[in-house]
């Protein structure tokens, strides 16, 4: 009888928004409110093509919570106005709170405003600090051509140099 039951609470992995071509190497799971500003930064990045499963955190409480069981960098906007209590969005952190979900991160990358001063990418240095894992990388809004570039470029380095 128990073993049933566990086997009901199993989450099934998620599909990506944009799946891997060939060689899967890791994945990156984003968050971007329904301005896109981040998830245009992500089309750009077209990691799809370099073989990272592209995820996106779910905008509104009610559509199917995301379950990603595989090695990700995670990809978020920092919003608050300068307030770290409102640095990272509940969706960012109901994803996270799921034990399962919060042991596949190995980075965060987070893109900000510079008008927030010293809380710009504010939510990069919350995620990196709780989860103890690194912060990669930073943007402003949809980030330039060159951020573009790096990020792409520093994703794939980083899971050829972290194989899981």
Do not use: W
């Not at 073993?3 to 992995?13: G, I, R």
């Not at 069981?69 to 709170?97: C, D, M, W």
């Not at 990358?109 to 690194?134: E, H, L, Y």
């Amino acid at each position: 009888m128990e073993e049933v039951a566990a086997e009901q609470t199993l989450q099934v992995a998620s599909t990506p928004e944009y799946p891997a071509v060939g060689e899967r190497i890791g994945a990156v799971v984003y968050f971007s409110s329904q301005s896109e500003n981040t998830a245009r930064f992500i089309a750009n990045c077209q990691l799809e093509d370099e073989g990272i499963d592209v995820f996106r955190i779910p905008v509104k409480p009610h559509e199917p919570p995301l379950n990603v069981r595989e090695p990700y960098i995670l990809v978020v906007p920092t919003y608050g106005g300068g307030s770290a209590h409102k640095a990272v969005l509940p969706q960012i952190k109901r994803f996270l709170n799921d034990p399962a979900n919060r042991a596949g991160i190995r980075g965060v990358i987070a893109s900000g405003n510079t008008n927030f001063g010293d809380a710009f990418c504010m939510a990069g240095d919350i995620i990196s600090q709780k989860c103890k894992v690194p912060f990669l990388y930073y943007f402003e809004l949809m980030g330039t051509a060159e951020d573009v570039q790096k990020v792409k470029q520093g994703v794939l380095d980083f899971f050829h140099n972290h194989p899981e």
